[in-house]
Every structure is written in structure tokens, then in C-alpha cells.
């Protein structure tokens, strides 16, 4: 078990263009989810999956922003149009399944938009 | 709206002190509740989670946390600190999707 990871950790971009982040969780685990963290305030949900169905989306999920998780094993957010306000960190978890909620965590991407 | 509130944004305390963490949370019904650890350039941890049952929950690193319903609150508790605690710490709940509250950052002197 490595544990969730995530890919890059650092990104650097310019306003208007795109970025993705990768996340893989850790094997067999069927939750994954996806939250956005800026300094000095706790992770805010975004979205998440179960296996490969996206079954919830927060309203800080805008048009611009899109997540896949294709074969129910690793997933990518997509931001397109960056803007300077998506600067943060994206942080991503995976959890066992339906009758846990318990979180495991990746390092997250941090992400500037210049 | 369902909230978490942590009233404290920075905390210090001495190595061997004990320490209190407050969490408050409001929602309609009783949420499952968890405390997460942040260190710098760390991913967060889970620390403690409570369901249902004994209000008194033991987690990883000597920490424990209490529920009590009446006070809508879940403060995490540390009988001895020590220098390795310095980090953040977020409360959390789940009841339709997990909300956190805005951390606690905690400063241990020596």
C-alpha cells in the first residue's frame, strides 16, 4: 500500500490556460474525492466519485472545472481557463467503500495561476 | 446550512501540557465526525472518527475526542503534548458530503 498520490505536486501557470492534476488512489478503494484548499482555511469538498460514477459536485465546481475518473482507479481534475482565483491546493483522498468514511489523503498539487 | 466551526485559529502550549481542541458543528441530525492532522508539506491524517456510540473516542497518537450532542461539539483532546504535535488540525463532518472547519494551528514550546 503507497498510499494516494498525486501528480505534480506543484504546477505553475499562466491566467487562461489549462492544467490537470492526476490522483491515484490507493488500490481497491472505490471512493475517491476531490477538494480545494486555500491558506488558512480547511479542505472544501468538490466533487466525488464511487468507482467510475461522479455522484456528487459541489457549487465551487464551476463550468471550468471537470473531473474523470474512466476505469474506477485513477482520476483527473481538469481547470480550463485558469484564473487567478484557482490558486490553492488540490488535494485528493480515497476511501474503502460504502460503509467507511474514513479518508486517506494525498499530498495534494498546489497550484499558482500568475 | 451545515457548518463546522473551530473556534481557536492558533493555539500554544508548552511540551507536556495538556491540550483542548474545540469543534462545533451544525447540522440537522447528528453527522459522523472526524479530527485530521496536517503537518507542513504533509497530506492530512486521520486522527480520530466518531459514529455512533461511546462519546469518548480514542485515536492514533494519544489523542482522544468527546461528543457531546447537547453542546454540538467534539473537542479533541491530548493529555501530554508533545514537540511532534505542532501542526494543524482540522474537524470534520459528514453528513450529505464532508464539511471542514477552518483548522486550528498549534505551536508547542519547549
Known amino acids: 500500500d503507497t498510499g494516494v498520490s498525486q501528480d505534480p505536486r506543484h504546477k505553475i501557470t499562466k491566467r487562461g490556460q489549462n492544467v490537470t492534476f492526476r490522483c491515484d488512489p490507493i488500490?481497491?478503494?472505490?471512493?475517491l474525492y476531490w477538494y480545494r484548499q486555500t491558506l488558512g482555511q480547511g479542505p472544501e469538498f468538490l466533487t466525488y466519485?464511487?468507482?467510475?460514477?461522479?455522484?456528487?459536485k459541489s457549487r465551487l465546481l464551476s463550468d471550468r472545472f471537470s473531473a474523470e475518473r474512466p476505469k474506477g482507479s485513477f482520476s483527473t481534475l481538469e481547470i480550463q481557463r485558469t484564473e487567478q482565483g484557482d490558486s490553492a491546493m488540490y488535494l485528493c483522498?480515497?476511501?474503502?467503500?460504502?460503509?467507511?468514511?474514513?479518508?486517506?489523503f494525498g499530498p495534494g498539487t498546489r497550484l499558482t495561476v500568475t | 446550512a451545515q457548518s463546522v466551526t473551530q473556534p481557536d485559529i492558533h493555539i500554544t502550549v508548552s511540551e507536556g501540557a495538556s491540550l483542548e481542541l474545540r469543534c462545533n458543528y451544525s447540522?440537522?441530525?447528528?453527522?459522523?465526525l472526524f479530527w485530521y492532522v496536517q503537518s507542513p508539506g504533509q497530506g492530512l491524517q486521520l486522527l480520530l472518527k466518531y459514529f455512533s456510540g461511546d462519546t469518548l473516542v480514542q485515536g492514533i497518537k494519544g489523542f482522544e475526542a468527546e461528543f457531546k450532542r447537547s453542546q454540538s461539539s467534539f473537542n479533541l483532546r491530548k493529555p501530554s503534548v508533545h514537540w511532534s504535535d505542532a501542526a494543524e488540525y482540522f474537524c470534520?463532518?459528514?453528513?450529505?458530503?464532508?464539511?471542514f472547519g477552518p483548522g486550528t494551528r498549534l505551536s508547542v514550546l519547549p
Open positions: 483522498a480515497s476511501s474503502p467503500g460504502q460503509a467507511s468514511y474514513e479518508q486517506y
Open positions: 447540522y440537522g441530525a447528528t453527522p459522523y
Open positions: 470534520a463532518a459528514f453528513g450529505q458530503n464532508f464539511v
Open positions: 466519485f464511487q468507482n467510475e460514477a461522479q455522484l456528487e
Open positions: 488500490s481497491e478503494h472505490n471512493r
